[in-house]
């Protein structure tokens, strides 16, 4: 390697902590974020005009959804140039920009790094896809028909069963797309646009690790990692079997494939190792296990800082993602208890409620019924959800308008709806002869547009988000989840975050301390300890609309947090969704 710039997030010396152990992430999903010249789509100078408010927060990372150049098939997870910025958003000087002034702050960017796949817009699958003896010709996954199978005599598709394989799409429909030109299919784990890059080759490993220098290289803090944990597919891609973690049926042959820890550990040595420090580097990576998550994240043998792990996303899905089955307090604190005590030694978590694929939380698992006034369930349930995740161990991550108590839409027509995973399900279920307005509804919780909706600066109409008319509709809460109603106010949810993150700063228990669950039975409570140096911190969440008993004793100690104000608590009683950290 050259000598590479040093950057501000590359320090660490022997014996300290990597800086990102004590960080707290804000995600930034740029088309939805804030619209500087009125066309409807948010961009990096909307971005730029809003740093305060994640100053104010307190998170010193920010996270940005790609921004790159791309015909936004899957709103810019489809990559059609890396090394540039979509028009849409801005320009490279724009990015430098917001790289300075939010350095300026103490904040580091984080970019999005999709190189499982790419747009097939992109010039190596433009040349890829033209013969089948280019230089690129191997860059992506391309396959033969099944033998006995040949194209028609103009190159046409040959029928179904000539696909290699039964695999179908995240996003509905099969994985094969087949490409007259060189008579092949090539494999798209997401949409057509999307065709997954040759992980094999290693002239793809080398342009990639030169395109994240390339970045670094302008002074980002470090990536984001798109379903990171695909890109080592089982050789001779088996037939799939039914659904696996309700995710699709050739999951399993992909989601831990062979070389994956071999591929990853090959960006940690040449891309991060290679220069001075660390970097954030955060690998998203449905499907694996506490088991899987504790070698990727292990301090000396890992490969990343941590991993986002999609168990806990997952426990109210069920065949599909679209049948909602019912979770109890007991399956989520169990379930997170145990990514706690797996990374416990040596592994690492991230912590997150919310991301631009994941319904809002508060509509989710909290009490969304009074939010268009701004009632005290709403408020009471997005802060107590809020203290059992920032009070853990592990980085925790707030997606933008999270910290506002940001609701699902109440989509009534399919017209409102732009993600092609929503569009895509819903063609393929009416087609199948599904009752549309049961399709719908299906969708209405879990759709990713209810993460997608504009953000919402005030209570102006578009929310302040645009003066023009925006890609999506507002959302139902934007009367009362708005930046200018919560920033100045500390008992708004906006205030209640900020208390979060300033004990974290303040309180080494809450980055380092040992994590133990009590009260594991228990059925309305999610309680647990931290325990660090002799000192203990105790979290006490009723996550229920009803009162609920946990033993007195554990109100022993010093509240130095609570969502709510109760004159003469009682002792051993929590009100519906009331939150405590205790120092005892
Ligand atoms: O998502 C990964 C993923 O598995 C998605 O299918 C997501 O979890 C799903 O929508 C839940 O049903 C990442 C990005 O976060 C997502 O926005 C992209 O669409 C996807 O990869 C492809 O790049
Ligand atoms: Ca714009």
Known sequence: MTDRTRTPFSVTTPGEQ????????YQIYPRSFADSNGDGIGDIRGIINHLDHVEKLGANVIWLSPI??????????????YQDIDPLFGTLADVDELIADARDRGIGIVMDLVVNHTSDEHAWFEESRSSRDNPKADWYIWRDPEPGFTAGPHGEEPPIEARPNNWESMFSGSVWEWEPRRGQYYLHLFSVKQP??????????EAVKSMMHWWLDRGIAGFRMDVVNFLSKAEGLPEGEPTHHGYTNGFPHFYYGPRIHEFLGELRRDVFDAREGTFLTVGEMPGVSPEQGRKFTDAESGQVSMVFQFEHMDLDHGATKFDRVPMSVRTLKDNLSRWQDGLADGGWNSLYWN?????????????????????????SSATA?????????????????EELGMTNTQFADISDYRDIESLNYYRQSVD???????????????????????VQWDSSEQAGFTTGEPWIPVGPSAAVANAAAQDDDPTSIFGYYRQLITLRRELDIVVHGDYHLIEAEHEQVFAYERHHNGQVLRVLANLTGSEARVPAEHFGGQVVLANMERHNREAGVLAPWEALVISV
């Open 68 to 81: 790159y150049v791309s015909p936004m098939d899957d709103n810019g997870y489809d990559i059609a140039n």
């Open 355 to 379: 991301n631009h694929d994941q319904p809002r939380i508060v509509s989710r698992w909290g009490d969304d019924s009074d939010a268009h006034d701004g009632g005290p369930l709403w408020r």
């Open 432 to 454: 199948a002869g599904q009752d549309p307005a049961a399709v719908l509804d299906s969708m209405a919780w879990v759709s990713r547009d209810n993460a997608r909706t504009p």
């Open 385 to 401: 959800l809020a203290t059992v995740l920032h009070m853990m161990r592990g980085t925790p991550y707030i997606y933008q308008g």
């Open 18 to 25: 990597p800086w990102w152990k004590s960080s707290v992430v």
């Open 196 to 205: 997954d890059l040759n992980w094999e080759n290693v002239e793809v490993r």
